[in-house]
């Protein structure tokens, strides 16, 4: 069973943008896209490590504000002809706040 | 033995059960108990009503014969005052007290009143039912009124209105129309539609009081300072369950009045329908599942085995000229993909979510002819994958191949218009091309095709392409991005022609491919509308690279570095001590002097940023802007006041140029120089716009670069003052701000357009490019810092520290 973290409201992060979370583990980027779903990865783009929650959120990808490698929130996958992942974890909001999953930022001891 | 039922509401919903029950003819005694002084009628049919296509009677379903017909008792502009559920009676307001086996609750929502400032004046109104529409009807030409909400309600009662000739504003507080069912693009085309309907609209619109006049609504006041005045104030901004009766009957409530699958409440005796439910956890306030209620609670009623299930929902907009359908969801969930298409020409824009080759949602606008076939495919699920080429252009367009465009054109009449600006049909353009134009410049020359605001170029190219055959290679041209076909140069003409004021709007009008831009489109775009347009476009901070989102310089190690502003270069030894102590209580690991003669802060952390900032505020000390697209320094000389060569106040003037440019936006980085002799000591001529002080006066040059490139300025001008030197940088500054494509230093610039043509430009249109400069300064000279200090410091922090949470 999923165990979900009640983080913060849907409105502290900017629609086509991203706030950074600290966990002991290092930290977790949570992306808001113009349609208002979120998504959670590593903080660290696959490349040079640079912080995506910098980055240019479009569509439903965000681009690495180091060195434009633009990275799917979905999959966590670089896209076009880069090749590289980040570690994605589940989210989703419900009644306007945002949720991650407790089991997944665990495993992260592991990983 | 007939059971007794009491119905509470003649709504929609209760409307609906009643038929069902009575043609099944239902072995009930029933009574209708309705607040209003009315029956049944089509509460959706109210903005009909409104804006004079129907009247009440058209719309009422079920009059005075029809009760008596089916021996309904009613008890109408009546209220129910308490249920007894234990024994099961109603009473009334008049004190009747009656019994029942079956209750039915169909007591609607309320409409939601913000609970402003004066919003109990007189005047001021919901959109709910038939008195809120005829105080609107009674309203009358030339009077105005302001609707506070831009979804469905708001929009329809704002309409309706408009249609009567009442002078409509619209006021939402969100960025664009409709925002639950329609995308920003969509959202954009709706609002055209509606200004040209005389409407005014305002997004993004805090209302903050509403002021009154001796008890009567007088004005509504945004909280940006704006005055709105109406005579009347129409509040539709959504509704809630009415659920206070349930409530008060001690049945389960939550939003609204808890129902199971057959539509039964807590209470085996009471069901409830409408809107006034809440059944798995949503509530409804479209009318096709209050039906489906409807006939599952009859059914329920009559002892049948039904089950209510919801079901994807569409929505239309009753405005009459404003085509626009939505369905299913286009938010939540991973692996969804997009595919768009814009006809700007029309006015037309479609967009289909798909997730697994199922299409999950739809947005359209402009033409919805197809709407009921896509709503198909979201309602059944259906496989789209082998029609996935042709999807996005309707049923008629599946099981063909895909069209080639060209062979389109080939088949064009030759009075088919190609350019609507210049009204040039295809033959016009033939003929030019018969008579020798063989590319888009001469066809452009000889018949104007192409030469206003460009749309048609791609046309144009294919009408050369089919009429030359293989002569005639369709010239690839550098597109912004991938998102489009257009150049730069054609985007800003674009955004200039067409009275471009947003980024949908740019997105519809050129038709981009994507929904909403890239990484690489949206800082241009945000450049080009905030150049353009400093008054009207309000800039998006979410397509600006980091730098400027966060007012600092991002490092290789994620830390940012911070350069506070020193004017002309010039410091004081309380700024050095206090930038002394910024670098020691922020621990900042290196501090170095800039080539443009500042001091850099290296390695500061993104959450100290507003701390660091508060600090260097207080010294006295503003951005430096070393992070920007805009002016960064100007780097000076010591000039007459210390060095014996020294000609001219270079200090003094770089000041001057540094007060004056300061927080100015451009295509790129924007460096200058002072220096106060030929030996050139602030290495003027290596600068975007460097200035070399001589004994007669000022000798401005532009076009230097000392980055990947090397080059020297050019001359541009030599002028006698101080004035005269920072007018022309100003009305330079401006000319390549309106001019350069988004990333283009000036040197690049000039390589274009030349430095001649600048030259033209600025001695012929100095004074009102300046004042085209001034205007932008009034409103972006402006230090970020204080600003995100004051009201972002938020966002510089973690959105949560769950470091001991995952510890556990």
């Known amino acids: 069973m999923s165990d979900w973290i009640d983080i913060a409201p849907l409105e502290n992060v900017p629609q086509r943008g991203a706030r950074m979370i600290k966990t002991a583990f290092g930290c977790v980027a949570v992306f808001r896209t113009a349609e208002d779903e979120v998504f959670a990865l590593d903080n660290a783009c696959p490349h040079k490590a640079g912080p995506l929650a910098e980055g240019i959120v479009h569509g439903k990808s965000v681009t690495c504000p180091l060195h434009n490698w633009v990275i799917s929130l979905e999959t966590g996958e670089a896209q076009g002809a880069d090749e590289g992942r980040v570690v994605s974890y589940p989210a989703r909001v419900e009644s306007g706040r945002i949720l991650l999953d407790r089991a997944f930022l665990k495993a992260r001891v592991a990983a | ?808």
């Open chain 2, 1 to 808: 033995m007939t059971q007794k039922l009491i119905v509470i509401g003649a709504g929609m919903a209760t409307g609906r059960m009643l038929e069902t029950l009575v043609e099944a003819e239902a072995d009930y005694y029933i009574t209708l108990i309705n607040g209003e002084a009315r029956g049944n009628y089509n509460r959706i049919m109210l903005s009909p009503v409104l804006s004079g296509d129907k009247t009440y009677n058209e719309i009422v379903t079920h009059d005075d014969e029809w009760y008596k017909l089916y021996k309904i008792k009613t008890r109408f502009g009546c209220f129910v005052q308490n249920i007894d559920r234990e024994n099961q009676t109603v009473t009334t307001d008049t004190g009747e007290v009656l019994a029942y086996d079956k209750l039915v609750f169909g007591t609607g929502s309320n409409p939601f009143m913000i609970p402003l400032p004066g919003h109990d004046l007189e005047g001021v109104i919901a959109y709910r039912d038939l008195e809120d529409t005829q105080r609107m009807m009674d309203l009358g030409p030339a009077h105005k009124c302001v609707v506070i909400g831009g979804g469905l309600l708001g929009l329809e009662a704002a309409a309706g209105m408009a249609a009567r000739g009442v002078d409509v504003t619209v006021v939402h507080i969100m960025g664009h129309l409709m925002e639950r069912q329609l995308d920003e693009a969509a959202g954009y085309l709706l609002r055209k539609a509606l200004v040209d309907k005389g409407i005014t609209v305002k997004c993004t619109a805090n209302s903050k009081e509403i002021l009154g006049k001796d008890g009567h609504v007088k004005a509504l006041l945004l909280d940006d300072g704006t005055e709105l005045a109406c005579d009347l104030l129409v509040m539709a901004v959504g509704i809630r369950p009415n659920v206070k009766l349930a409530q008060d009957a001690g049945l389960a409530v939550g939003k609204g009045i808890h129902v199971d699958d057959q539509m039964v409440t807590s209470d085996a005796n009471v069901l409830a329908v409408g809107e006034c439910v809440e059944h798995d956890g949503a509530i409804f306030g479209l009318v096709a599942p209050l039906y489906d209620q409807a006939k599952v609670a009859a059914q329920t009623l009559m002892g049948q085995q039904a089950q209510f299930v919801q079901k994807e929902l569409s929505t239309k907009l009753k405005v009459t000229g404003c085509d626009l359908f939505s369905a299913g969801d286009f938010a939540d969930g991973e692996g969804r993909e997009d595919i768009v298409f814009r006809d700007p020409a029309r006015g037309v824009y479609r967009r289909l979510v798909i997730e697994n080759n199922v299409v999950k949602g739809a947005v359209m606008y402009g033409d919805t002819a197809d709407s009921n076939w896509f709503f198909g495919l979201i309602r059944d699920k259906l496989d789209i994958s082998d029609m996935r080429d042709t999807l996005i252009f309707g049923p008629a367009y599946q099981g063909g191949t895909p069209l080639d465009p060209l062979a389109a054109v080939a088949a064009l009449p030759r009075d088919a218009e190609i350019c609507g600006c210049n009204g040039i049909c295809k033959g016009q353009i033939e003929d030019a091309i018969a008579a020798g134009a063989t590319d888009l410049g001469a066809v452009r020359l000889t018949t104007k095709a192409s030469g206003s605001c460009g749309t048609c170029t791609g046309l144009v190219e294919q009408v050369l392409a089919v009429t030359l055959g293989d002569e005639f290679v369709i010239p690839a041209v550098a597109a912004v991005c991938g998102c489009t076909a257009m150049t730069h140069e054609d985007v800003r003409r674009m955004i200039k022609s067409q009275r471009l004021i947003s980024m949908p709007a740019v997105w519809q009008e050129c038709g981009w491919k994507t929904s909403c831009g890239c990484h690489v489109c949206r800082p241009a775009l945000n450049f080009y509308l905030l150049a353009d347009w400093p008054l009207e476009y309000q800039d998006d901070p979410q397509s600006r690279f980091i730098n400027e989102r966060k007012h600092a310089n991002i490092q290789k190690d994620g830390t940012f570095s911070v350069v506070p502003r020193m004017w002309g270069g010039i410091t004081t030894p309380d700024e050095l001590r206090a930038i002394a102590d910024a670098a020691d209580k922020y621990a900042v690991p290196t501090v170095k002097v800039t080539g443009g003669q500042r001091i850099d802060l290296l390695g500061v952390k993104g959450e100290d940023l507003p701390d660091i900032w508060a600090d260097l505020n207080a010294a006295g000390m503003v951005s430096g802007h070393a992070y920007s697209k805009g002016l960064r320094t100007v780097k000076t000389c010591v000039g007459t006041d210390h060095c014996r060569f020294g000609t001219q106040d270079s200090t003094g003037l770089g000041i001057k140029l540094e007060k004056e440019l300061w927080g100015s936006w451009t295509p790129h980085k924007l460096k200058l120089g002072v220096s106060g002799c030929p030996r050139n000591c602030a290495e003027a001529t290596c600068k975007d716009i460097g200035v070399i002080c001589v004994d007669s006066g000022y000798q401005v040059s532009i076009g230097g670069a000392a980055g990947m490139d090397v080059r020297e300025t050019e001359l541009m001008v030599q002028v006698a003052t101080e004035e005269e030197a920072i007018e022309v940088i100003k009305a330079v500054t401006q000319l390549y701000r309106e001019n350069a494509k988004y990333l283009d230093r000036i040197y690049k610039w000039m390589g274009k357009v030349g430095l001649d043509w600048i030259k033209e430009r600025v001695e012929t249109e100095g004074p009102a490019l300046v004042e085209r400069f001034e205007l932008s300064q009034s409103i972006y000279r402006k230090d970020p810092w204080a600003d995100h200090v004051q009201t972002k410091a938020d966002r510089y922090r973690p959105l949560a520290n769950l470091s001991l949470e995952a510890a556990e």
